[in-house]
């Protein structure tokens, strides 16, 4: 996979390519935190792991159905989402936002 960032000395997260602030013409070298932990360190992270996304999405594939029997309020979101849907709970688990939201559930319990 071909890494966006590196670590300087410190181990701090960089961009390996800065950008030009508009604004001021500045190099930026990261980008602000937003309240979810500086972005460029959330990607070295995900780089450091060595996955590739469709990686990741298929370990969010087995995870969801691995916690849909378990989970009963993730149970309740799946068939709740399938009947909206017009779907069956084993189509619903393959959606994106099912996937994503077994997370949501995970952390809640």
Known sequence: MH????KTENGIAVLKQPYECEDCGHLIWRLSDLGDGEPV?????????GFLPVQIRQIYDVLAKAVYPH???????????AVKHKITPEEALSHELVKQTCLMYMNVE
């Open 71 to 81: 989970n009963d309020r993730f149970k309740d979101y799946v068939d709740r989402y």
């Open 41 to 49: 360190s959330c990607l070295a992270q995900y780089e450091d792991t």
């Open 3 to 6: 890494r966006l960032t590196e």
